[in-house]
């Protein structure tokens, strides 16, 4: 008979998993879709870009995803697609490292 401590275990890696596969799906389901603040995030990683480094000081924003964008823009030169599968990563990076 198993004991309460690895019944516990057993069932907060069955939890985990569920957790990993609901996040696969999700992201996988909505990997075209992009979101109001997507598109002010791509809007602020163009102007950085284009060498408006001052659009990254914002009250509402956080400048770390717009600058990781322009990183990846700029040493990959990927074109405005990519940049778009990018902002959609940040995005599920932040709702990831919540939980």
């Known amino acids: 008979m198993a004991g309460p ?19 696969l799906v999700q992201a996988l389901a909505a990997r075209h879709t ?3 603040d997507g598109v002010s995030y791509l809007n602020i990683a163009n102007a950085g870009l284009q060498g408006n ?23 990959k030169s990927v074109s405005r697609t990519a940049r778009r599968a990018n902002a959609g990563g940040c995005h599920a990076g932040r709702c990831a490292s919540k939980f």
């Open 34 to 36: 992009l979101d109001a």
């Open 53 to 75: 480094w001052h659009a990254f000081v914002n009250g509402y924003w956080i400048p770390l995803s717009p600058d990781r964008m322009v990183q990846v823009a700029a040493a």
């Open 5 to 23: 401590t690895k019944t516990f275990h057993s069932a907060r890696i069955a939890f985990w998993a569920a957790m990993l596969c609901s996040w």
